[in-house]
C-alpha cells in the first residue's frame, strides 16, 4: 500500500492525507494538528479500502444521539399527534443537555449508561421527571432498531418513588363542585365535567366531538381526536345523554362555547381554591374518578380498557380491584354453571352415575 503520504498545505494547520488505490486518488482533510494522528487515519482508511476490495465489510458506526435525534423527531412528528411530538421534541431538548449522552453513539448507551444517566439526573429533579427521560431514550433506540441502525438494546427500569396523581372525586364533592361552577356562571365546564364522569372520556376528547358523533345514544371518538389512534364508542348514560342532547344539531361541534383548555384549567382551579378541595384535584381527576367508579362497580378489566382507550391492559389494571363481594359472586356464578352443565347431561343421559360399594 505504499508508505504514509501526510502533509500540511500552505495556510492550513490540518494535516491531510494523499494516496492513489486501484487507480483512484484519495486527498481530504484529516481534521487533526497532529502529525501521528494523520498518519494513523490515513492506515486504517488504506486498510478498510483493501477489506472492502476483498469483499469484507466493515460494519457501518451508529450515528451519534445528537446526529439520530433529528431523524426520531421526524418520525415521531409524521406519526403522531401535535402534542405528542412537543412532548418528545422537549424530552430530547434535555437530552441534548447532557454531554455524555449527547455526543454518545447509540451501541454506546448501554445499561451502564442508562443507570449512570438516571442516577446523575435523580440529583436534580423528580423521579417522574426522570422516568420521562429513561421513557424517551428507550423509544429513540428502539426506533432506531426497528430502522435497521445500530443501537443498544438496554435494560432501563423506570425510578421508583413517582407520584401518580391518584384523586377520587367524592360523589358529595362532585354536586359541590358542579353547583359552584353553575352558580360562577361556568356551565359549560359543568357539562363538560358531568360527560368525562358519566364516560370516561379525556377532556381533549370531549372538546373535540362533534354533533355527528352521537348516534343512538353513543358517543364515538374517531381515531383523529383518541390518544391512542383508534376509534371507540362509549354508550351514554342517562345523566350524559341529558347534557348531550339539547346541544345536537345546534352546532359542528359539541362543545362550541367551551374556550381554550388553559381557560378551562384556570376555571377549574378557581372553583377547587374555592371549594377548599386538594390541589391533586385536577380536570384529569374527573376521567381518573370515573375509571375508578367502574372498576368498583365489578366491570371486567378488558372492558373498561376498551370504553378507557388504554393502549396496554396494565394500565386498565390500576382500576380494577376484586372486592371480597366481587370474588364471591363470580365464584357463586362458576358453581351454578356448572350444576346447570350437570343436569342437562344428567338429563341426556351422557353422565354415569357413581355407585358406591
Not at 481534521?31 to 498518519?39: D, H, L, S, V
Not at 444521539?65 to 426520531?72: V, Y
Not at 429533579?125 to 432506531?144: D, G
Not at 363470580?330 to 354415569?352: I, L, P, S, Y
Request: proline share 4%; glycine share 6%.
Amino acid at each position: 500500500m505504499g508508505g504514509m503520504s501526510v502533509f500540511k498545505p500552505k495556510r492550513s494547520d490540518y494535516w491531510y492525507y494523499r494516496f492513489m488505490f486501484q487507480g483512484r486518488q484519495f486527498k481530504a482533510s484529516t481534521k487533526t494538528r497532529n502529525k501521528k494522528a494523520a498518519e494513523n487515519i490515513e492506515r486504517t482508511l488504506r486498510i478498510n479500502l483493501a477489506q472492502s476490495a476483498v469483499g469484507i465489510v466493515i460494519p457501518e458506526k451508529a450515528p451519534r444521539l445528537e446526529d439520530f435525534i433529528p431523524t426520531f423527531l421526524a418520525h415521531v412528528t409524521r406519526t403522531r399527534k401535535t402534542k405528542t411530538a412537543t412532548f418528545y421534541g422537549e424530552q430530547c431538548r434535555r437530552l441534548l443537555e447532557v454531554p455524555t449522552l449527547k455526543t454518545a453513539r447509540l451501541t454506546e448507551i448501554d445499561t451502564k449508561a442508562v443507570r449512570a444517566f438516571a442516577l446523575h439526573r435523580a440529583k436534580k429533579v423528580s423521579p417522574a421527571t426522570v422516568n420521562r427521560a429513561l421513557a424517551t431514550i428507550r423509544r429513540i433506540l428502539s426506533f432506531a432498531r426497528q430502522s435497521g441502525i445500530p443501537a443498544a438494546d438496554p435494560r432501563i427500569e423506570l425510578l421508583n418513588g413517582e407520584r401518580q396523581r391518584e384523586f377520587v372525586l367524592s360523589e358529595a364533592d362532585e354536586d359541590r363542585y358542579i353547583a359552584a361552577l353553575r352558580a360562577d356562571g361556568k356551565g359549560v365546564l359543568a357539562d363538560i365535567a358531568i360527560l368525562i364522569l358519566e364516560t370516561g372520556l379525556r377532556v381533549t376528547e370531549v372538546l373535540t366531538l362533534e354533533c355527528r358523533d352521537i348516534r343512538a345514544g353513543v358517543v364515538t371518538v374517531r381515531p383523529v381526536n383518541a390518544k391512542s389512534g383508534k376509534a371507540r364508542s362509549v354508550p351514554l348514560t342517562v345523566k350524559a345523554m341529558a347534557i348531550v342532547k339539547p346541544r345536537l344539531g345546534a352546532d359542528h361541534r359539541l362543545f362550541s362555547e367551551a374556550p381554550t383548555l388553559w381557560c378551562l384549567d384556570r376555571w377549574h382551579r378557581e372553583i377547587r381554591i374555592d371549594l377548599k378541595l386538594p390541589g391533586e384535584f385536577v380536570i384529569h381527576s374527573l376521567r381518573h374518578t370515573a375509571l375508578t367508579r367502574m372498576g368498583e362497580s365489578g366491570m371486567d378489566t378488558f372492558t373498561l380498557q376498551a370504553i378507557a382507550g388504554h393502549r396496554s391492559i396494565t394500565t386498565t389494571q390500576r382500576y380494577v380491584h376484586p372486592q371480597a363481594r366481587a370474588i364471591r359472586d363470580a365464584m357463586t356464578k362458576f358453581e351454578a354453571t356448572r350444576v346447570v352443565r350437570n343436569c342437562d347431561q344428567a338429563a341426556n343421559g351422557t353422565v354415569v352415575p357413581i355407585r358406591r360399594k
